[in-house]
């Protein structure tokens, strides 16, 4: 099995910062893809930055320059992280970490809450 695990959400005023990690771990023998998504209420869930198969990084077009995705490779696991600067109260909401693993099966975490104050 796969597990996603979050961290490092929280409230923090605009123009803050936060940063999100994600251990990924359990049978991972193929990482495809892997990122972060943000969801709010009423809202489907949007990319907001990834590595993508070809291992380039992807950011939506509202965090970029704001934002830095990373990755980390252990024995057993894999880390993520997403270093976010400069935030704005547009930024809140739920970020789930994702991977796209062997045969294109994606997998996600349970969620982690950003609320930005104005």
């Known amino acids: 099995q796969v597990q996603l695990v979050e961290s490092g959400g929280g409230l923090v005023q605009a123009g803050g910062s936060l940063r999100l990690s994600c251990a990924v771990s359990?049978?991972?023998?193929?990482?495809?893809?892997m990122g972060w998504y943000r969801q709010v209420p009423g809202k489907q869930r949007d990319l907001v930055a990834k590595?993508?198969?070809?291992?380039?990084?992807?950011?939506a077009d509202s965090v970029g320059g704001r934002f830095t995705i990373s990755r980390d490779n252990a024995k057993n696991e894999v880390y993520l992280q997403l270093q976010m600067n400069s935030l704005e109260p547009e930024d809140t909401g739920v970020y789930y970490c994702?991977?796209?693993?062997?045969?294109?099966?994606?997998?996600w975490g349970q969620g982690t809450q950003v609320t930005v104050s104005a």
């Open positions: 359990g049978r991972i023998f193929t990482i495809i893809a």
């Open positions: 590595f993508n198969s070809g291992g380039d990084t992807v950011y």
């Open positions: 994702n991977t796209v693993l062997q045969r294109g099966i994606p997998y």
